[in-house]
Structures are given as structure tokens and as C-alpha cells.
């Protein structure tokens, strides 16, 4: 346990990790962070994992920015703030002149505020005149966006996360709960106790296998097939919801007719999952009283990612799984903020509340709310597209704000050869980052202890943070940044607090019309929440589908863009573990998480490593066809043969130097779990 002043104060607020969101109180001693306490009053119920408690000695780290940063040749030097906003300002506004809003780039942050991501998005559209704005969403869940908004009209959790103890059969596919969203995990387990069946698909033996009735250990990317498979079960057996198919669905003939040839014999085959589990997984999805289907980056991370989202609504529309408590989809989402800042409308098509650009209507609606001439009526590029655009001299500016895709996004020697490339680059930031040390700006932020603002949770729940300690140095936090770099621009903007910026985002996001900070005290708002008066919505889709109907979509199995072969013979997947957390620049500053986990483990099968010459703790070269890292290994029959699984946790093993940036055609999240690669013994390295 730790030992905590008893002096010290206790500042309520929000996990700054994961999508839980979980309430938690800072204890605040002398100015500085020194503790994490329980809070009993968020819908955690004071749980924690690991990371919330022990993650927070970041705050306070010496490698915190505490001065703006200007290169001078080779070297970061340390500017004023007026120095560093000048420049940023007249090199953002030359590349304006000479190329236009198309040659401006801007990732914005899932770990930053509603509010912030709000100020990003209007600042790329309204300053820099581009619609050039994603974030992380892009390698996570952009293919729940795309997939639940066509099928459902709304790509969020449809139910929130205290409900899946009641649900009796809760289907997992592709979520490693218990690391990636543990106090979800300690609601599976609730349920499990309580009598409810786990069935649990994923190729690796996760650690809720021991809670699960049943365990699909599937071929890595054969979703779709396994999914389709089951429904073509469901619909033999006339185990369907023939009332809930005709008063609430579409498409549902011509959908049915793509069905034929996923037999549980021919899926046996693609998937490895014998006809008899599939059957039985069917059965008992289509049965249930309250079946819910909670998933994760094991299916959305694939060149057929948008497909297998697909193939998740059309399972639960088929049975009538939706618009009831303790049923739903249930994609569970990674940032703390990452719903937020897709809420928000940190995309490249879609103004906040899903609105988009496309629409006439829409663009002039901002046009005046935001009071200016116009506002650009393209559709701007994906995190991928980005990248290729400035390897094609067509982006030539670039604001990062709190991202680090040196090491968060595929085939990462080409995401630093793009970066390298760049006229002009920001980067905004809490550390130095592997990103940041490219950039020829860089601004210093205030991390989520030294602000006010808001959290959407992966259940649609809006929460808030609030300012507990000052920043370091001359740190600022990530909208009074934006709102000077505005000024700097001649935009008239006056914010003095997020609680403004929340009520313009009310009065332009009806999602959020009713959601002002002075409401969220207790437990926050799910949105939508049009109005004052409204309660928030805990579940969605109960009389009709935000879209109208739940509309069917027919897909079909897809093999992954690259599949081992003799030279490249396993096939990696990449993810995260329980005690580190994305790129580490958090968590690895946090010293008792660091020691739990302080190295990269790629696991690989006893099969694997005996065949390769390796084992428990050896180092091994790990190499695909963009590049080769040294990283230990770990033996273990938790991950199937000819798989091995390594986390994007460590700068020293890069792990994404090695992962393919195929994407999905649809939504263009790239292939992050599966790619090709060969093993080599390296010896003392
Ligand atoms: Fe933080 Fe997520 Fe852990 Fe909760 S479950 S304490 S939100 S990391």
C-alpha cells in the first residue's frame, strides 16, 4: 500500500488511462501529487487496477516540458512562449499562402479533453483551413465508427459497462479485458459469478479463458468467416428473432442469401474452430434472455475490420440482442478520451456530433456558428493518408498534439522518414516523446492533474477532471495553447475556462446539448443528452436505431494483406498488457508500474521456440519485411503456434518497425494484428 500524508487533500477526478474512465482522488500534499485514493461515488464503484493506482508519478517527473522548445540546427532550444506561438503562427500561415489548407496535417489526442479536441478540430478547420484532422481513434476502433454508424446510426457502446452483469451470455471477441480495460474485466467476472456464460473468442488463451463456458480459439483474422458462420447456424436452427427482424431491421434477404456457404464444416475449416463449439456458441448467443457482444482492437485492427463490426450487428440485430439493459454491441474503447475526441469530431469527415462535411447544410451551419466566410468541403485524410501525403510533398505542415506515432503506428521507419521530410513541425506534449524530438516546434502541455475539462468514457459517459496541482515551469494546458496559437492567427478567441468552451460544444453537438460541467458532480451524463432537462441515455436503440432501422450488411472472409510464408514464417499480433500503457511515456515514468513490466516479451509457443533455438528470457531478433527489433522473449502456450504477440510498449523494441500499414479499405485503420515475420537468436544483444 502506499503511504500517503495524512495532510494530503483528496482532489476528485478521472483516470487518465484507459476507457473505464474510472473516478479516482488525487492526493494533493504541498502542491504536489502524492497518492491515488479511492472514490466510491463514480460508477466504478472505487474500483482501480493497477495503472489507476500506481500510474500517477508521471505528474511530477523531471522529464516533464517545462519550456517551449525552438530547433536551432540540430539541437531543441529552450524559446518563450511568444517566440515559439510567433513562429508556429507565421510558418503555419506562409504554408497556408503558398499551398493552401491541403498541405496542413493535424493529429489531435485521445488523452486530452473534450474541450481540447474541440479547439483542435476548429483550428485546423478555421485557421489552417484544412480537413486534414484524425487522431489514434484511427488505429483503434475507426472501423466501429464507420461499421456501427451504417448499421446502427450511432458507433459507440450501445449499453454501458454496469449492465453486463445482467446479461446470461456474454460473447468476447477479440477484447483482452482484464489487461486493456480491467475494471471491465472485474464486471465480466461479476457476471460469471453471478451464472452468466463467457464465450470467449480470441487466438490467444487470455486470462478470462478460465472464466469462459467456452473458449473459440480461432485462427488469427478469420472473424468474419466465424461470425457468419454462427448466424448461418442460428438461421438453420430457427433460433433467430423473426418479430425483431420485422419491425426493426433491413436488408435482412439479401444479407441471409451471403450466408449459405459459411456451414459450421467450411468455417471449421478457415477458422480451426470445431462445427460443434461454433454450433453451441450459437446456440447459446441466440437463446439468451440478455445477450451481450463486447469486443475489441482483436477484430477492428484488420484489413477487414469494418467488416467483422459488420458482422458483430448483424449477429446481434439477428437475434434482437440490442435496445434492452444488459444486452448490446459493445466495442470497448482504448484512451480515456478516445470517445470523446471521436465525439468531438477529431476526423477527417465528420464536423462534432457526426456531422458531416459533405452536407451543405451542415458546413453552413458551423460556417455561421463558428462566424466565418467558409469552412473547406473536402473530406481531409486518415493518420495512413497523412503520412503518404507527405511522402508525396503534397503535406508539408504537421500539429501533433499528444501523439507519438514513432512508436504507436505501423511500419514506424516510414512514419519517421515522412516526419523527417516535413516544411514545418509542432508537436505539443507532455515529455519529449520519440515524436516530439523531430518536430521544429515543440509546446509544453499540462497533463490531466494540472486541468479542468472533460472525459467521455467508452460507455458514452461524460465525466469530469479537475485541476489538482499547477503545471510544471511554463507548461500550459493543451485549449489555452491553441486558444493563444488562435489569436496569434487573428481568430477572436476568448476562452477563459473549459466550461465555456463546454457550452459551445452544447449549442453546436446535439449529443451533447444538455451536458454542461455544473452536471456532471456525481456520476457524469451518457450521452445523447439533447437537453437540460434530459437524464442522459444508458442505452441505446430501445424504441427505434439512431439511423431508423438496424440495417443488415452482407461480408464476406478476407485474408489478411500479408500471411506467413517460407521466409517470413509466424505471424505477428500486436496489443497491450496490464501494466504499461501504449507508448509508455506515462506509464513508464510511473516507477512501480516500470518495475512490474520493464521490458518488452514478445511470447512465443514452446513449438515456435524450440524450432527457432530459443527460450524462456532469451533475446531474439525479430524481423518482417520494413524492418528488425531485439527484443526477450517469453515461452508460453497462452499464445496458439505460429503466433507470437508483443505489445508497442517499449522505445527500445519498437515493435511497429516491424507491422504492416495495409489498411482497411473502408475506414483505413492499417493491420496492426497481423503481419510476417521470422525469429533469430541474438545471443547476448
Ligand atoms: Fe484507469 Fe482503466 Fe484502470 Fe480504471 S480500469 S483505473 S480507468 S486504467
Redesign the pocket.
Known sequence: KSKISADAQGIRT?????????Q?QLKVHEGKVVGVGRDKSGS?RG???????F?WEFIHHPDRLTEPLIRRGDRLEPATWDEALDLVSQRFQSLLSQYGGHALAGFSSAKCTNEENYLFQKFMRVALRSNHVDHCARLCHASTVAGLATAFGSGAMTNGLNELPFADVILIIGANVTET?????YRLREAAKKGAKLIVIDPRRIDLVKDAHLWLRLRPGTNTALLNGMAHVILREGWWNRDFVAARTEGFDEWREGLTDYTPERVEELTGVPAKDLTEAARLYAQAERGSIVYAMGITQHTSGTNNVFAVANLSVLCGQLGREGTGVNPLRGQ?NVQGACDMATLPNYYPGYRHILEEEERRFFESFWGVESLPDWVGKTVPEVFHGIHEGDIRGLFIMGENPILADPDSSDVEAALRRLDFFVVQDIFLTETARLAHVVLPAACFAEKDGTFT?TERRVQLIRKAVEPPGNARSDWEILTALANRMGLPWRYDHPKGIMEEIAGSTPLYGGIRHERLEKVGLQWPCPDMDHPGTPFLHEERFTRGKGKFHRVEHLEADELPDRDYPLLLTTGRILYQ?HTGSMSRRSSKLSAMAPEEKAMIHPGDASRFGLKDGDRAFVESRRGRVVTSVQVTEGVPPGVVFMTFHYAETPTNRLTNDATDPICRIPELKGCAIRLAPAGEQ
Open positions: 478521472t483516470c487518465p488511462y484507459c476507457g473505464v474512465g474510472c479516482l466504478n474500483q482501480l487496477c493497477v495503472k489507476g493506482q500510474g480495460q480491467p475494471v471491465t474485466g480515456n468514457n500503457y
